[in-house]
């Protein structure tokens, strides 16, 4: 059974030659590339070493290599690619936040017509608002709402559901 430095190493090694294939280098362009010798080179590319830390830091500069996806296969190969897709992930983050300011608005004014239209007293009108301006309230009465039905089925299968005829 192979060992966790072992796959690791062989892991990098992998990933290296693709790397170096992928620039059409030979073994002996790299290593100048990242001042290692040759044989340093190969024995890393082989897996029978890790890369330095002084090798690490010229793939990272000199090919924009992502460490992530290195050492954990993690996201974008380059530090460019990862960069764009963290902005592409804040642009959708932005238009999921305008998205749920907008739905949160429609929900207020849908509240408030339909408080208006009930014609409720004066405390149901401010929890309403309440509810809307303060979201962990609407979740925590909700859930309240929600307990209350399922040990009282009865009682609420008695009294009609809003909505049912």
Do not use: C
């Amino acid at each position: 059974m192979e060992s966790f430095k072992k796959k690791i190493s062989r892991e990098i090694g992998l990933k290296l030659k693709t790397l170096r294939e992928q620039q059409k280098l030979s073994q002996t362009e790299m290593a100048a590339r990242l001042g290692v010798t040759v044989s340093g080179y190969s024995k890393n590319e082989k897996g029978e070493n890790k890369p330095g830390i002084v090798m690490l830091h010229r793939l990272w500069e000199r090919f924009d290599l992502s460490m992530d996806w290195l050492f954990f296969d993690e996201g974008p190969r380059t530090r460019k690619e990862k960069k764009k897709r963290e902005a592409e992930l804040e642009q959708e983050l932005e238009e999921l936040k305008r998205g749920l300011a907008a739905q949160r608005e429609t929900d207020e004014q849908g509240w408030q017509e339909r408080a208006a239209a009930l014609e409720l007293k004066p405390e149901v009108k401010e929890l309403l608002e309440q509810m809307v301006r303060i979201p962990m309230l609407y979740y925590q009465i909700m859930l309240s709402y929600q307990k209350f039905k399922v040990e009282n089925k009865e009682l609420v299968e008695i009294s009609g559901e809003p909505g049912q005829s």
